[in-house]
């Protein structure tokens, strides 16, 4: 009887057309639980949800031929979770995906040679993206193979510091569809290789050769390409104004143009670089040295330059009123770390720029609260202000901001002469998802609450050392904000379990840092972990009164955990062997903790096998088995050695942090 | 000094063919001896004692000393040229100096020395321009003798200045790169692919074609059948592969031995790695080549062994003279294809189960073919598996 029921709802299910499951299915993207659930229900709902599925994020890769079976239809794999992929993990992705195959991301993964790309390039003939970043030790071979993908279109090699010239020249004639590449960091590589990519690649759009050893040389055919929009020359340190002087190309397609920390770069090679350029909307000058007037002043050229970067660069005198008076229709303007910013400059931009929405003016300590006055009513449509260390602008400054500037979303005034009125006057930004008040001392609960009470939306907040802050104010923010993401409660000594206990109802938090809260206790933490399910990162360092207990509820319910530091906790050898079973654990730093003993530290290294990062005293270094440190290292774990004194209490707050402000001003 | 009218020329242009004019040659000999006679005279009356005295001085000695040595010179210079129309009808050319019988007899060959001359010697200087500089000067250069040619039997060449100081004279009509030498151009245009490489593409080396061109030289007659129709018997002592015909091929190939270490697909070698990649970038389809052991997993033999003792060395060897290419040399390069590195490496390890015999032995040996089955051949393999 029980057998004919679910045969007939099988049935029922199966006359429904596959486009009926996948609109439905297109409706749950958001939350992966949702999906779990959906294909839960029977088998043809679980038959729909594995061939609905394009994109596969799996977090270990000895699951991967079952996953890859149950999901034939995935056409990117970010396999950025993975921090091991071998050659044989990629023989069994080409085979099992074959040409459905379109985006590979390996940007995180170690120990796969030029055989599995080799296999991947064979097999998975529609492949148009790969993601190499951060593979250190692939080799030009490597690079020849990638080199036979004939269809790529966007290829990364961040980082890939052993690729040569040869094997660049390779991917420049073998790939000849690319049109996004990444050549950061290639310390291998020079003007040959990307200028033959230059002249074969002739689809290129962006193009980042940040901190590649060429010269100006290069830049001659890349100028020459058609399509180029977004060109990084980041920290590059052999193009200078000489080798650019020559250069006759004009590129009108560029869009973006980053020159950060490229200090021989003036106004000349400037100029010849952005020549023709007039679609230029952002332009990235940071820590450029001296911004001269020359520069300032051609700014005007490009009328639709929407974004500027200019942190930590120095001004002539009245330099920045010639960049105020050269642009008038920015949207984003970063200012951060910038010696030499007055209210007058401040005042001049913000009154020619009414449209501004994004400003960063972190660290600008000869700024006052007039400056603010001026930018919160010239720039109403202000989304995003960040002024940390404004340590000038007085506190009357701050309510003008949440009285005037009413759709911010991201508010960064960590470190600030905030008070609690400042902070109620912003809880009027309704929309507000990001606070950033560390080191605010004149707040407390109060002010918070009024956050709490008004800022649904927030999803992250800071409160780094705002010491003043306990338990009702957490409460508020906790029941107030219920899609809050991201809590930093460190070293706001008042807090105790009953703030982690509201906390809890917010399922969507994925990172809590509860540093130097010594009345935190194992209790306040098995109900965070049963509560936020998608919990990545933990910081417990210095809750002296969690232990064991507070471990055993992690393990089995923190299933998503990646980092947790655990350093001066009262945990023992039972305690982190528990911890050990969480398989995604990635990142762990246990410094200082007393109750370790050099085999139970032994056994619970070896047990996680996903760690790729691990902090330890240096007294272990010699107490733990050789050949167990070569396993790690073979698993591609980093150990980080440690070799700081014990400190109990820290030492004061206000004098670590607010004593170089004071000598600066 | 104006002797020119006196001497009548003895090429006579009819058409494309020359006759030798015996008339003209007997007019020129007696001519030669009437101005023998006259500098004999003129060195009796320096010899005399009378004319010492009445001699203004040595001043004027001096002045004639000079006159005689330059009439002498012309004398010289007449005589070979004249002895220079009769070598059609001497036997080989054994007893020939290369300075004077050097060239063919053919209006084009004679034409293309002056060029020669001209450019190899970087002198900025047209035909016309070298014809007044002799009157002038009256310096001995053998090989000119424009003052035989009568006007209308020649063709004036005005270069612009630009033209001649210009780095190269011949450019490649696909890429536009430029070239000192042809025989370079042409080198490079077998890049281009497989229509520039053919022997019917060798215009210059065959006399059907309209560009047609002899070979210029004795020494590049020598040069040409030795490394076309000889047996190699110059082995490179240093890598024991390479062989050659002609003593001075091996030279220059020992100057570069061992150290052409970046390798382009296509087998070419170069001693620097921007030589390399400037090449890779001319060229569509060719790619870095990694050395051998750096490929992981590559069987068959290590670099080209026996293919390339025919690499096309010398061509820079001699001069004007660029004569090295005929179909032989073309045959073995298309070989260079199938044994370059990588496209032997990818044979192996994409499409081994599909290649049941070893590529090198596939009977369409050509190159530009090899690199399209490569593709096709490549393709199918990454589809059915």
Redesign the interface.
């Known amino acids: 009887m029980k057998k004919l029921r679910v045969a007939e709802e099988a049935n029922y299910f199966d006359a429904l057309a596959e486009e009926t499951f996948f609109m439905i299915l297109d409706c749950l993207d958001s939350n992966p639980l949702d999906k779990k659930s959906f294909s839960l229900v029977c088998k043809s709902w679980y038959a729909a949800e594995s061939r609905h599925r394009r994109v596969l994020k799996p977090r270990r890769v000895d699951l991967l031929p079952t996953v890859l079976s149950r999901y034939p239809s995935v056409s990117r794999l970010d396999l950025s979770l993975c921090p091991r992929v071998t050659d044989a993990c990629l023989a069994t992705v080409a085979l099992s995906l074959?040409?459905s195959l379109r985006s590979i991301d390996l940007s995180k993964s170690r120990s796969f040679?030029?055989?599995g790309l080799?296999s991947l390039v064979?097999?998975c003939?529609s492949l148009v993206e790969i993601d190499l970043s951060n593979a250190t030790e692939l080799?030009?071979?490597a690079a020849?193979t990638i080199?036979?993908a004939k269809n790529l279109e966007r290829l990364s090699l961040t980082r890939c510091k052993m690729v040569t010239?040869?094997?660049l020249?390779?991917i420049a004639?073998?790939c000849p569809r690319l049109r996004a590449l990444s050549l950061r960091w290639c310390l291998g590589v020079t003007d040959?290789?990307v200028?033959?990519v230059a002249?074969?690649c002739k689809e290129i759009r962006s193009l980042d050769i940040s901190y590649v050893q060429v010269t100006g040389q290069c830049l001659q055919p890349i100028l020459q390409l058609k399509n180029l929009q977004d060109l990084s020359l980041e920290g590059c340190r052999g193009i200078d104004d000489e080798s650019l002087a020559t250069i006759q190309q004009k590129c009108k397609s560029l869009v973006t143009l980053n020159l950060s920390n490229s200090r021989h770069v003036g106004y000349l090679g400037f100029s010849s670089l952005s020549r023709g350029a007039v679609h230029l909307r952002e332009l990235i000058l940071s820590h450029c040295g001296t911004v001269s007037h020359s520069l300032a002043n051609s700014l005007q050229k490009f009328s639709r330059l929407q974004s500027l970067q200019l942190d930590g660069c120095r001004f002539s005198t009245y330099g920045l009123k010639v960049v105020a008076n050269s642009c008038s229709s920015l949207r984003e303007l970063s200012f951060s770390k910038c010696l030499g910013v007055t209210d007058e400059d401040l005042s001049l931009i913000s009154e020619k720029n009414k449209d501004l929405q994004k400003l960063d003016i972190t660290c600008c300590r000869e700024i006052t609260a007039l400056s603010i006055d001026n930018i919160s009513r010239s720039c109403p449509s202000l989304r995003s202000l960040k002024m940390e260390s404004c340590s000038q602008v007085s506190r009357e400054a701050f309510p003008l901001i949440g009285e005037r500037c009413r759709f911010l979303e991201e508010l960064d005034l960590t470190d600030n002469e905030l008070d609690d009125e400042g902070l109620k006057a912003i809880s009027r930004c309704r929309g507000l998802l990001a606070l950033r008040i560390g080191l605010c001392l004149n707040i407390d609960d109060e002010g918070l609450t009024h956050i709490g009470m008004h800022c649904q939306n927030l999803q992250e907040i800071d409160l780094y050392r705002s010491v003043r802050i306990s338990d009702k104010g957490v409460v508020a923010v906790a029941q107030g904000c219920p899609g809050l993401q991201m809590i930093n409660l460190s070293y706001c000594e008042e807090i105790t379990d009953s703030s982690l206990i509201s906390l809890s109802k917010c399922s969507k938090m994925n990172t809590v840092e509860i540093r130097g809260c010594p009345q935190i206790s194992s209790n306040g933490l098995s109900v965070i972990a049963a509560g936020c399910r998608q919990l990545f990162k933990l910081d417990v360092k210095k809750c002296f009164q969690i232990n064991d207990a507070g471990m055993i509820p992690l393990a089995c319910l923190s299933r998503n955990l990646r980092e947790i530091n655990l350093s001066y906790c009262s945990v023992t050898d039972m305690g982190l062997l528990t911890l050990a079973s969480l398989s995604y654990l990635q990142n762990m730093t246990i410094v200082h903790v007393g109750g370790l003993t050099a085999s139970g530290l032994a056994a619970a290294l070896i047990a996680c096998g996903g760690l790729t990062k691990v902090k330890l005293n240096l007294s272990f270094k010699s107490l733990l088995p050789k050949n167990l440190l070569e396993h790690m290292e073979a698993r591609g774990c980093i150990v980080q050695w440690r070799d700081k004194p014990f400190q109990m209490v820290d030492p004061d707050p206000i004098k670590i942090w607010k004593l170089p402000a004071g000598v600066e001003t | 000094m104006k002797q020119e009218n006196h001497f009548s020329p003895v090429l006579l242009q009819e058409g494309s063919s020359i006759v030798c004019d015996p008339q003209a040659v007997l007019n020129n000999l007696s001519f030669l001896e009437q101005k023998i006679h006259q500098v004999q005279d003129a060195v009796r009356s320096i010899m005399s004692p009378e004319e010492q005295s009445t001699a203004g001085g040595p001043h004027e000695l001096a002045m004639k000393q000079q006159l005689m040595a330059a009439d002498l010179t012309s004398i010289i210079i007449q005589l070979i040229s004249t002895a220079g129309t009769l070598l059609p009808s001497l036997s080989g050319g054994s007893s020939m100096t290369s300075s004077s019988a050097g060239f063919l007899c053919s209006p084009s060959a004679l034409h293309g020395f002056y060029t020669a001359a001209a450019a190899s010697g970087g002198e900025p200087t047209t035909v016309e321009d070298h014809q007044e500089e002799k009157d002038g000067e009256g310096d001995g250069d053998g090989y000119g003798d424009g003052e035989s040619l009568l006007a209308g039997t020649y063709e004036v060449l005005q270069l612009e200045k630009e033209e001649i100081l210009a780095p190269h004279t011949h450019f490649c009509l696909i890429c536009g790169k430029g070239f000192k030498r042809d025989a370079n151009l042409r080198m490079h245009m077998r890049g281009h692919g497989d229509e520039y490489k053919t022997p019917a593409a060798l215009a210059k080396r065959n006399k059907e074609h309209k560009k047609f061109q002899p070979l210029k030289t004795l020494l590049c007659v020598k040069n040409h059948y030795k490394r076309s129709h000889c047996a190699k018997s110059y082995t490179c002592s240093r890598c024991n592969s390479k062989k050659f015909s002609v003593m001075a091929d091996l030279k220059t190939h020992e100057k570069h031995c061992g150290r052409d270490k970046w390798v382009c697909s296509c087998g070419t070698t170069f001693s620097r790695?921007?030589k390399l990649?400037g090449h890779?970038?001319l060229f569509q389809?060719?790619?870095?080549a990694?050395p051998f052991g750096?490929?992981?997993?590559a069987a068959g033999p290590s670099y080209p062994g026996e293919a390339s003792d025919s690499v096309p060395s010398g061509v820079d060897l001699d001069g004007g003279a660029a004569n090295v290419f005929n179909g032989k040399d073309l045959e073995s390069d298309a070989d260079l294809g199938l044994f370059s590195p990588?496209s032997f490496d990818?044979f192996n390890?994409?499409a081994a189960g599909e290649f049941p015999q070893p590529v090198f032995d596939a009977p369409d040996g050509s190159f530009s073919s090899m690199f399209g089955d490569y593709a096709r051949k490549?393709?199918d393999?990454?589809?059915s598996?």
């Open positions: 074959g040409s040679t030029q055989v080799e064979t097999n003939s080799s030009d071979a020849a080199g036979r010239d040869m094997g020249g390779c004639v073998g040959l290789a200028g033959l002249v074969k | 790695k921007d990649f890779v970038s389809g060719h790619a870095p990694l750096e490929v992981k997993g990588v990818s390890f994409g490549g393709g393999s990454f589809t598996e």
